[in-house]
């Protein structure tokens, strides 16, 4: 059975993992802002022209942040972040263009190479950042 929250996201893909021995099910608190979080992605899969978006990952319990080398103070945790792809419009970097020129509120947009980070963190700050090479963070994107 699938719990939508939205019309194009659902609790079993924001709470996915590769990793069958730990048990991902958010709280109910997390539950409601991964409710708050689909309603911000589906912004964002209108920015992209309403493309399908590809989620890796959204909610962690903490035990799955640690097997994942995730921070201490991810956003995942809380289930204000998601970490996604929407090949139908471009490449990470292309996307992070496009939600940075919008105005969407947000916490955090990294191109992290591979996949975009978007964290809904209720400090939306709209910091704008790219995985450089050695891990390090940068302020702004690759042009």
Known sequence: MTTRLTAHFA???????????????????????????????????RILGDRVISVSSGYRCPELNRAVGGARTSAH???????FNCYGFGAPVDVCRAV???????????????????????????????????????LGLRL
């Open 77 to 83: 945790l809380t289930g204000h972040a998601v970490d």
């Open 11 to 45: 609790l079993e893909e924001l709470t996915a993992t590769q990793h069958r021995e730990i048990d991902n099910r958010p709280p109910p608190e997390v539950v409601a802002t991964l409710r708050t979080t689909a309603a911000r992605m589906e912004e964002v899969r």
């Open 100 to 138: 940075a020129g919008s105005s969407l509120a947000f916490d955090q947009l990294i191109e992290e190479g591979s996949w975009v980070h978007l964290s809904f963190d209720p400090r939306l700050r709209r910091q704008v950042m790219t995985k450089a090479p050695g891990g390090r963070y940068e």
